[in-house]
């Protein structure tokens, strides 16, 4: 089974994806490639970060079920290899989440969003990003939303965070149930 963890920048998907597969002993979280610089304080483990060059050589490679460029970065899914017993998380943009539809591979979809924009805007800025990263990623939410309900959605808002990561839980639950 696969889920899909997506939302606009900072409204907390990293923090929540680390915490469900810390709960969860049979979720297997996904690393990612990016072409994107390490924030500064960002955990080495968020990504396999590798120069753009890499990551198009791995694009030749196939080494990749989908990736996708996001303001200027690339960010790839390598093929997934969950060991036995265990569910693949995936936290990717809805872009990413179109192209894993398109391989007819079936997903839940959790979206997630902050409370207000300003919570998120406030979230931005407390990990470090600039204003011109605030507020482009404040706008893209507005089209990854859209996108996301057609890709039928389960929305979640992040507000407190205990409270998200269980709600999150009771929705793989009952996918799982399904
Ligand atoms: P994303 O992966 O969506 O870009 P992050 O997981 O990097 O977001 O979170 C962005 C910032 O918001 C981090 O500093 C994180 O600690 C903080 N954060 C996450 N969830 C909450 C929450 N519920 N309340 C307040 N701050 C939060
Ligand atoms: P960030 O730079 O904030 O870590 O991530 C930017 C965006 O890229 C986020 O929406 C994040 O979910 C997305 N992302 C992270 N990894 C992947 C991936 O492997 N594939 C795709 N398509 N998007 C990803």
Redesign the pocket.
């Known amino acids: 089974m696969v889920i899909v963890v997506s939302?606009p920048?900072?409204?907390?998907?990293?923090?929540i994806a680390e915490l469900l597969v810390e709960k969860h002993n049979d979720l297997w979280l996904s690393r990612s490639w990016t072409s994107r610089a390490p924030r500064k304080g960002e955990n080495e483990d968020s990504y396999v970060f590798v120069s753009a060059e890499m990551f198009k050589e791995a694009i030749d490679g196939d080494s990749f079920l989908e990736w996708a460029e996001f303001h200027g970065n690339f960010y790839g899914t390598p093929w997934p290899v969950a060991p036995d017993g265990h569910d693949v998380l995936l936290e990717i943009d809805v872009q990413g989440a179109l192209s894993v539809q398109a391989h007819g591979i079936d997903f839940l979809m959790v979206f997630i969003d902050a409370p207000t924009k300003e919570d998120q805007a406030e979230?931005l800025r407390?990990?470090g990003d600039g204003e011109d990263e605030v507020h482009r990623r404040i706008a893209e939410g507005e089209r990854e939303r859209k996108v996301a309900s057609g890709l039928g959605a389960v929305f979640v808002t992040?507000?407190?965070?205990g409270n998200?990561v269980d709600e999150i839980s009771a929705i793989i639950s009952a996918y799982r149930r399904k």
Do not use: F, P, S, Y
């Not at 992040?158 to 965070?161: A, K």
């Open positions: 939302g920048g900072g409204v907390g998907k990293g923090t979230r407390g990990r992040n507000d407190n965070l998200a």
